[in-house]
C-alpha cells in the first residue's frame, strides 16, 4: 500500500459525458501527479500540481483539468468524453520540493471505460 | 521526447540474468525506474541522477551513462518475482518538471 488513494476504482460512462477522478496523496507529500496509460501502452504524464499550485504540464488534453485543494487532495476532469479516453488513470505523490526529480509513489489508479 | 527502452520483451529462467537499457536524445537531470505487475500499480525502484553512479535495489542495479544519456537496469539471478514491466523515467536537463515514460520492458521469469 503506497499510502495513496484513488476514487473510484473503476468508472464506466458514456461518450460526451463528463467525469471527476479524486486523488488523495500520501500524508505530508505536496506534490500530485496525474498519468493516464491505455492498454498496454507507457505512461503518459498529464499535470503536476505543488502545494495547490500547477507545476508541470504533459499532453494534457484542453478536455482534461485539475486542480488541487488546500487539503491536497487532487482531482482530474475529465469532459466530453470520447472513446479513445478510455484508460487506466494514476495518481502519484511525491514528498520532494516540487521537483519531478524524487521518487513517486502511485495510487492504484481509476479504470475508466467509456462506452 | 520518450526514451526509447529495449529489449521490448524478455523471457527469463529463475537464475539468469537480463539487462534493461533506457536511451534518450536529450541531456538527462535523471533517470528513474519503475516496476509495473500487471493490473498494479507502478512501485519504484530507483533514481540515478546524472553523474554515472550505479545503485542497487536488492539484486536489481542500474548505471547512468551521462555521456551517452542511457541508462541500463541489471536483474541479477533473477526470481520469479521480477517478473512485470520496467519502466524508465526520464527527467531532462530542459525538460522543465516533467518525467517522461518509455514504452516499458515486459520480463517474463519462469520457474
Given at each position: 500500500?503506497?499510502?495513496?488513494?484513488?476514487?473510484?476504482?473503476h468508472l464506466i460512462?458514456?461518450?460526451?459525458?463528463?467525469?471527476?477522478?479524486?486523488?488523495?496523496?500520501?500524508?505530508?507529500?505536496l506534490s500530485v501527479y496525474w498519468y493516464q496509460q491505455s492498454l498496454d501502452q507507457g505512461l503518459q504524464f498529464l499535470i503536476q500540481y505543488y502545494n495547490g499550485e500547477e507545476r508541470a504540464k504533459?499532453?494534457?488534453?484542453?478536455?482534461?483539468?485539475?486542480?488541487?485543494?488546500?487539503?491536497?487532495h487532487s482531482e482530474l476532469n475529465l469532459s466530453s468524453l470520447e472513446l479513445g479516453d478510455?484508460?487506466?488513470?494514476?495518481?502519484a505523490s511525491s514528498s520532494n520540493t516540487g521537483?519531478?526529480?524524487g521518487q513517486q509513489f502511485f495510487g492504484p489508479g481509476t479504470r475508466l471505460t467509456v462506452l | 521526447q520518450q526514451p526509447v527502452q529495449s529489449p521490448q520483451a524478455v523471457i527469463l529462467r529463475e537464475g539468469e540474468d537480463a539487462v534493461i537499457n533506457c536511451s534518450s536524445s536529450k541531456a538527462l537531470y535523471s533517470v528513474h525506474w519503475y516496476r509495473q505487475k500487471h493490473g498494479?500499480?507502478?512501485v519504484f525502484l530507483m533514481i540515478l541522477l546524472k553523474g554515472g553512479e550505479q545503485k542497487g535495489h536488492d539484486k536489481i542495479s542500474a548505471s547512468f551513462n551521462e555521456k551517452k544519456q542511457q541508462s541500463s537496469l541489471y536483474l541479477t539471478a533473477s526470481q520469479l518475482s521480477y517478473s512485470g514491466t520496467y519502466f524508465c523515467g526520464?527527467?531532462?536537463?530542459?525538460?522543465?518538471?516533467?518525467?517522461?515514460?518509455?514504452?516499458?520492458t515486459r520480463v517474463l521469469v519462469k520457474p
Open positions: 500500500d503506497s499510502g495513496v488513494t484513488q476514487t473510484p476504482k460512462t458514456a461518450t460526451g459525458q463528463r467525469v471527476t477522478l479524486r486523488c488523495s496523496p500520501r500524508s505530508g507529500d504533459g499532453n494534457i488534453l484542453e478536455r482534461f483539468s485539475a486542480q488541487q485543494f488546500p487539503d491536497l478510455s484508460a487506466l488513470y494514476f495518481c521537483l519531478a526529480g | 498494479e500499480a507502478p526520464t527527467l531532462g536537463e530542459a525538460a522543465g518538471n516533467k518525467l517522461t515514460f518509455g514504452g516499458g
